[in-house]
T-cell receptor
Framework: EAQVTQNPRYLITVTGKKLTVTCSQN?????MSWYRQDPGLGLRQIYY???????DKGDVPEGYKVSRKEKRNFPLILESPSPNQTSLYFC????????????FGQGTRLTVV | AQKITQTQPGMFVQEKEAVTLDCTYD???????LFWYKQPSSGEMIFLIY??????QNATEGRYSLNFQKARKSANLVISASQLGDSAMYFC????????????FGTGTRLTIIP
């Protein structure tokens, strides 16, 4: 089954404790992205990757890091989480053609206290 | 830069009625794609329908259709014969051809179907 898998689904952590949210896709997609969803703001792109070892900032990259060492994996790293990073996070992957939809992971609800 | 505007924060619709969710967009690019996603209370993002900027016909997928008016820069989603399971958050999004594969999202419309 074609899917994007994120882990964990839910996470409560404390300010400053490094964490990683994993994302893996089994569709051999070149493009992968991370978004965060906040009430009243829709989804905003954090980072994206056009292929292995190619990553770039999206609209709200501050406080986040990513890596793309393998095509299927695109982890999101919060080196020192802060309460303003409490949000719902989505990983997405897609093929290159513009007319293909992005496939989203199930979401990770992160709370930083 | 691209921008998506959804002006209806919430809508209540009687079951079996048709519903139109508004979406207007702004871009200087000539080649772009417009998407609608559904987000039920469980949180996942479900792709519904796609319209390309050069597509002459409005897209349809089952009970979903996209009313594309290019001159007005609008891409409204029409759901025919609404069902209780249609209650969800709906997001309009855009992707342009040149640039990163980013989807630019609107703020969403929460649709509630009343029995």
């Amino acid at each position: 089954e074609a899917q994007v898998t994120q882990n964990p689904r839910y996470l409560i952590t404390v300010t400053g404790k490094k964490l990683t949210v994993t994302c893996s896709q089994n569709m051999n997609h070149e493009y992968m992205s991370w978004y965060r969803q906040d009430p009243g703001l829709g989804l905003r792109q954090i980072y994206y990757s056009m292929n292995v070892e190619v990553t770039d900032k999206g609209d709200v990259p501050e406080g986040y890091k990513v890596s793309r060492k393998e095509k299927r994996n695109f982890p999101l790293i919060l080196e020192s989480p802060s309460p303003n990073q409490t949000s719902l996070y989505f990983c997405a992957s897609s093929l290159q053609p513009m007319n293909t939809e992005a496939f989203f992971g199930q979401g990770t609800r992160l709370t930083v206290v | 830069a691209q921008k998506i505007t959804q002006t209806q924060p919430g809508m209540f619709v009687q079951e079996k009625e048709a519903v139109t969710l508004d979406c207007t967009y702004d871009t200087s690019d000539q080649s772009y794609g417009l998407f609608w996603y559904k987000q039920p209370s469980s949180g996942e993002m479900i792709f519904l329908i796609y319209q390309g900027s050069y597509d002459e016909q409005n897209a349809t997928e089952g009970r979903y259709s996209l009313n594309f008016q290019k001159a007005r820069k609008s891409a409204n989603l029409v759901i025919s014969a609404s069902q209780l399971g249609d209650s969800a958050m709906y997001f309009c999004a855009m992707r342009v051809v040149f640039g990163n594969e980013k989807l630019t999202f609107g703020t969403g419309t929460r649709l509630t179907i009343i029995p």
